[in-house]
């Protein structure tokens, strides 16, 4: 793959929290934690961020919520990806429309999606129990 306009191109942070649906808050957390998201800065200390960064943040962002792992183990297998090259630019280059078909290919289903349903409904039980 070349390197075209679109891989040369360096994003704000308010861009890559839409794109990436994240507050700007998690990402500047995400970098204290991923030693691979490193982002460069303007001369202003803007954070400007590149297509492979965004790839990694949408990684991040896939083992952290869809996947949940915990911040050492998305660490752990971000790192993993990394040395078989699964994060490279352009993983995240897919249009909206394949991403909601990837994300409805991955939901869980039958016993799977009861059994999340019913852990999920208990959780929120015993928080209404420690609010009171």
């Known amino acids: 793959m070349s390197d075209g306009p679109e891989e040369k191109r360096l994003y704000k942070i308010g861009e890559v929290c839409r794109m990436a ?5 998690v ?6 934690e991923f030693p691979a998201l490193a982002p460069g ?11 492979r960064e965004i790839d990694i943040i949408l990684r991040i962002k896939q083992l952290l919520y869809s996947e949940g792992f915990t911040i050492a183990g998305a660490k752990k297998k971000l790192e993993g990806d990394m040395i078989d090259g699964a994060v ?4 995240a280059t897919a249009s909206t429309d394949s991403q909601v078909a990837e994300r409805k290919a991955t939901k869980p289903s039958g ?3 009861r059994t999340l349903h019913d852990v999920r409904e208990e959780l929120h039980a015993i928080l209404r129990m420690l609010d009171e």
Request: charged fraction near 25%; charge should be positive.
């Open 21 to 25: 649906d994240v507050q700007p808050y």
């Open 27 to 32: 990402l500047r957390y995400w970098e204290t």
């Open 41 to 51: 800065k303007s001369g202003g200390g803007q954070r400007l961020y590149t297509r």
């Open 88 to 91: 490279a630019p352009g993983i």
């Open 111 to 113: 016993d799977v999606a």
